[in-house]
T-cell receptor
Framework: EAGVTQSPTHLIKTRGQQATLRCSPISGHTSVYWYQQALGLGLQFLLWYDEGEERNRGNFPPRFSGRQFPNYSSELNVNALELEDSALYLC?????????????FGSGTRLTVV | AQSVTQLGSHVSVSEGALVLLRCNYSSSVPPYLFWYVQYPNQGLQLLLKYTSAATLVKGINGFEAEFKKSETSFHLTKPSAHMSDAAEYFCAVSGSSQAGTALIFGKGTTLSVSS
């Protein structure tokens, strides 16, 4: 069974540009979560999608957005990139309630803003 | 609000020694608790989870954790460290009884194992 896949592995952007990160969940998982892992800050919750809808978002500005497609894959968009957006972005999927099952994580996209 | 505190950002042990990584939580509802491990340049892998069944939870790679409600703790242990255990470890708590409020993670503890 394929795990959670994320692309690209690495992404280098210039300040002010837009970045698009992609995630494919495990087959059968309908929930996708996005986290930002910045140096020294641990994992910060960004967004949760389920059945194509945004269900919850963390304390991030609106320039962080995304969507979930009918096949449950997801896209994270970061507009007007700032230097402090440099981080590892992790996608996770869950079979159902994250409370019961926990998450399966992808390997992440390393975003570097220069 | 729910929160997780991992005591010690860095723990060093010798190969064969006991591993103890500390996690304390705060939760307004009966918590579900998780430990994840992250190897360099990889995502997080679930080690074990507590979901209100047995208080002593056994996970992969010989790790286990004990839920202690009176101490609001969920410390991770392994009797004998291996070099391959060197990684970053994260404790997490479920946000609330409402599904999908997202797991809340601690800031992580880096485990170093020396020969």
């Amino acid at each position: 069974e394929a795990g959670v896949t994320q692309s690209p592995t690495h992404l280098i952007k210039t300040r002010g540009q837009q970045a698009t990160l992609r995630c494919s969940p495990i087959s059968g998982h309908t929930s996708v979560y996005w986290y930002q892992q910045a140096l020294g800050l641990g994992l910060q919750f960004l967004l949760w999608y389920d059945e194509g809808e945004e269900r919850n978002r963390g304390n991030f500005p609106p320039r962080f957005s995304g969507r979930q497609f009918p096949n449950y894959s997801s896209e994270l968009n970061v507009n007007a990139l700032e230097l402090e957006d440099s981080a590892l972005y992790l996608c996770a999927s869950s079979l159902g309630s994250d409370r019961v099952y926990g998450y399966t994580f992808g390997s992440g996209t390393r975003l570097t803003v220069v | 609000a729910q929160s997780v505190t991992q005591l010690g950002s860095h723990v060093s042990v010798s190969e064969g020694a006991l591993v103890l990584l500390r996690c304390n939580y705060s939760s307004s509802v009966p918590p579900y608790l998780f430990w994840y491990v992250q190897y360099p340049n990889q995502g997080l892998q679930l080690l074990l989870k507590y979901t209100s069944a047995a208080t002593l939870v056994k996970g992969i790679n010989g790790f286990e954790a004990e839920f202690k409600k009176s101490e609001t703790s969920f410390h991770l242990t392994k009797p004998s460290a291996h070099m391959s255990d060197a990684a970053e470890y994260f404790c997490a708590v479920s946000g609330s009884s409402q599904a999908g409020t997202a797991l809340i993670f601690g800031k992580g503890t880096t485990l170093s194992v020396s020969s």
